[in-house]
């Protein structure tokens, strides 16, 4: 069907429906507002960002070659349950409720921090030696 493996389009959505679950457990779990820092799509963009840090890094450098590893975890876990569009709503109503100061640092600490999750997964994976 549209020259994809289906093996691998269900591993993308079974990775997605976990991911997402468990984003909307979070989300439910703490009210959105305005005033407040985010922390619930705030950590899961966080996790999201060490977690294919980790994959990605673990599956191409260490594990041998599988066409379904990457696709479950990476694009469908992480990729449910990291939610870009969640930050940025949440941004444009910290502004529109006139928090500048809570929009401005809530966007450069999640940037800065989700870089810093990948760069420090991928030393931890690198930096574990290879049994010969």
């Known amino acids: 069907?549209?020259?994809?493996?289906?093996?691998?389009?269900?591993?993308?959505?079974?990775?997605?429906?976990v991911g997402t679950l468990a984003r909307a457990i979070l989300a439910t779990a703490f009210a959105d507002d305005p005033a407040r820092w985010p922390w619930a799509t705030f950590g899961?963009?966080?996790?999201?960002?060490?977690?294919?840090?980790?994959f990605t890094t673990r599956l191409l450098e260490r594990l041998p070659l599988s066409s379904y590893r990457?696709?479950?975890?990476?694009?469908?876990?992480?990729?449910?349950?990291?939610?870009?569009?969640?930050?940025?709503?949440?941004?444009?109503?910290?502004?529109?409720?006139?928090?500048y100061g809570l929009a401005a640092s809530y966007t450069v600490v999640s940037i800065v921090a989700g870089l810093l999750a990948v760069y420090v997964a991928t030393a931890l994976v690198r930096r574990v030696r290879i049994r010969a």
């Open 1 to 17: 069907m549209f020259g994809h493996d289906n093996r691998e389009l269900a591993a993308v959505f079974v990775g997605g429906a």
């Open 44 to 54: 899961v963009n966080i996790v999201g960002a060490f977690l294919l840090g980790y």
């Open 70 to 99: 990457r696709p479950l975890l990476g694009t469908g876990l992480c990729g449910g349950l990291t939610t870009f569009s969640t930050m940025q709503v949440e941004t444009l109503k910290m502004i529109e409720h006139h928090h």
